[in-house]
């Protein structure tokens, strides 16, 4: 049953950023339209690659998300949610936390496979291709996804689209359509959270649903809290011996060398 005193929910953003660019990210809350008894608290990494386009970055996020969520639940929230469709961190996260890790990327996979037969990736950079189909591949759905297009647009992970809109927004509504129509997708995947403020713009152009995943995530999390529900310690196991201190130190130097 939900608590009297409602839940609080951590989200780990992947990047170091100003506050004026995590307040892009928090426009996010809004758009979920969540009751007020679910509290969400914003935490950037302390340092991160560049972009998301190797194997060597991906190991990277994996490390600065799970630095940055891995005493949450000490810290007295109630939930985790990634704030990258990459879900980046959330499998070493959830080996060490008992309450739910939640990730947008499977999150929207699994909820479009509840909405149509096959779905299409709309991303905004190619390069960024290779995170969809990692965790296709680790779902065993490839099949059920119809294509992935891009506008071939290097993303601003930072500022997002403000400034840009008129330019991007008409470009991502076009490689949608070419997903409908030509690609035979019937639900369509924003492809990073940083594009949700493309949401409505293309939803009210498009004859077949479009997922916002960080939303998506966090209406998921309110509704794993309120059924009482966290991962399987069958599926995510404990480590032996947990070396957290060691993540935090590496983490502590490497957002020296970042700075520098």
Sequence with gaps: MMRDSGFKVLVLVPFPMTSDQLAKREEQTHEAELPERVEFHYRTTKA?????????????????LFEAGMHAADEGYDAVCIDTVSDSGAAALRSVLDIPVITPGRTMFMTALMLGRRFGVLSMWERWFG?????????????????????????DSRNLFTGKEEDLLPRL?????????EDGADVICLGSTTMHQAHQYLQERLPVP??????????????????GLTHS????????????????????????????
Aim: glycine share 2%; with cysteine.
């Design 233 to 260: 310690r069958m599926a995510y196991p404990k480590p032996l011996v947990p070396k957290l201190q060691m993540i935090s130190e590496m983490l502590e130097a490497a957002a020296v060398v970042d700075r520098s």
């Design 210 to 227: 479009v997922l916002n995943p960080g939303p998506l995530s966090y209406l998921t999390a309110e509704a794993t809290l309120a059924l």
């Design 173 to 181: 509504h076009d490689a949608a359509r070419r997903l409908v129509d």
């Design 131 to 155: 995170l969809y189909e990692r965790t296709l591949r680790e779902l065993d759905i490839e099949d059920r996804c119809a294509g992935i297009r891009s506008i071939d647009a290097q993303p």
């Design 48 to 64: 991160a690659p560049s972009n998301y386009v190797s194997a060597m970055d991906y190991v990277l996020a994996d490390v600065t």
